[in-house]
């Protein structure tokens, strides 16, 4: 069975501060992988996605992920922290072999210092 | 275009009470999906509508929940019997498709928060 760990349940950074936000994955093969970002009392908006290619990927809100396979990892990133970009940011894990549907970490909330 | 809609957004109901809740998928979006948010068990998937085939009721948590999807578009979930453990955020998502060997992004919508007293 497919799972995903997000070891960090909080994270505080200043703004302006480069983050980074852990992901590991549990699947035999490769994966579809997902960021997803919560804000307080909203839906989830999809970041970034990962299926194939190039494995530096590109978000919205100038958000990138890097797979490694090696590490099983899905690790996102940011070079500058805005205040806005405090959240709760959720990666997940997906497989066509289960229909389509994910599997989530348990989310990691940030919060951004001025 | 218009995304996934939900309704109500809050629902507050006592404990025993039955209640339903409503997704709007995205138009022409043919597989649906609904997760439940809840502080002791994060984000977890609940039920899966793809096109006409068996919907997956895999993790429905008791006999108590349902859903069915009329017309291959709205959804209903239905609690029966409320309890106060089923207070969460119930999130429905849809996307293009789903199923074979083609995954498909989902699109989420704002969410139900119920509450049960």
């Known amino acids: 069975a497919q799972s995903v760990t997000q070891p960090d349940i909080h994270i505080t950074v200043s703004e302006g501060a480069s983050l980074e936000l852990r992901c590991n994955y549990s699947y035999g093969a490769t994966p579809y992988l997902f960021w997803y970002v919560q804000s307080p009392g909203q839906g989830l908006q999809l970041l970034l996605k990962?299926?194939?290619?190039?494995?530096l990927v590109q978000g919205i809100k100038g958000f990138e992920a890097e797979f490694k396979r090696s590490q099983s990892s899905f690790n996102l990133r940011k070079p500058s922290v805005h205040w806005s970009d405090a959240a709760e940011y959720f990666c997940a894990v997906g497989t066509s072999e289960y229909g389509n549907k994910l599997v989530f970490g348990a989310g990691t909330i940030l919060r951004v210092k001025s | 275009g218009a995304g996934v809609s939900q309704s109500p957004s809050n629902k507050v109901t006592e404990k025993g009470k039955d209640v339903e809740l409503r997704c709007d998928p995205i138009?022409?979006?043919?597989?649906l999906y609904w997760y439940r948010q809840s502080l002791g068990q994060g984000l977890e998937f609940l039920i899966y509508?793809?096109?006409?085939?068996?919907?997956?009721k895999s993790g429905l948590p008791s006999d108590r929940f349902s859903a069915e999807r009329t017309g291959g578009s709205v959804s209903t979930l239905t609690i029966q019997r409320t309890q106060q453990e089923d207070s969460a955020v119930y999130l429905c998502?849809?996307?293009?498709?789903?199923?074979?060997?083609?995954?498909?992004?989902?699109?989420f919508g704002p969410g139900t928060r119920l509450t049960v007293t």
């Open positions: 138009s022409g979006h043919t597989a």
């Open positions: 990962y299926f194939s290619g190039d494995t």
């Open positions: 509508f793809q096109g006409n085939s068996a919907p997956d």
């Open positions: 998502a849809s996307s293009l498709a789903g199923g074979g060997t083609l995954f498909y992004e989902q699109y």
